[in-house]
């Protein structure tokens, strides 16, 4: 398996959960989503089954009016839980 087979690319992710490329870009410069898997220098990411399911956890709580502040808090204290 070469490292193309890794995962997805951005624009799959995008189709995939519906969100579009800048959404998920601004979401993990604000730390709500993960960075994708990098490839030689960063130039290409790649993305998993784990980044589908953060994207899912954000819609549900953008449906429920949260904003994104609250959203990092609500990550927040679980990112902390998974470095134990």
Do not use: C
């Not at 951005?10 to 959404?23: A, Y």
């Amino acid at each position: 398996m070469g490292e193309h087979n890794v995962g997805m690319t951005r624009r799959e992710l995008s189709d995939l959960t519906g969100i579009n490329v800048r959404t998920i870009e601004y979401w993990t410069k604000r730390g709500l989503l993960q960075a994708g898997l990098g490839g030689k220098h960063g130039l290409h990411r790649y993305y998993t089954v784990a980044h589908v399911e953060r994207i899912e956890e954000i819609k549900a709580l953008k449906d429920q009016n949260r904003t994104l502040a609250d959203m990092v808090d609500y990550f927040d204290p679980l990112e902390d839980d998974d470095d134990e």
